[in-house]
């Protein structure tokens, strides 16, 4: 895991099955956040964890 730093730019972002088109894009350098998935079609989705430009963890998300 890594460690940020305060006043670290972090986001979380949500893309299509193809890693194509970004779904969401939601800034959570505050601390804990809840990130809406409602409305999304089931199907996968990729989530890309960045703190700034870089990316610092993909991961995948199943809605069923």
Known sequence: KSQLKSGSSL?????DAMGKQEI???DISSGAEKISLEGLKQGMYF???KKGNEILEIGKISIQ
């Open 47 to 49: 989530y890309r964890l």
């Open 24 to 26: 969401l894009c939601k």
């Open 11 to 15: 986001s979380i972002c949500v893309s």
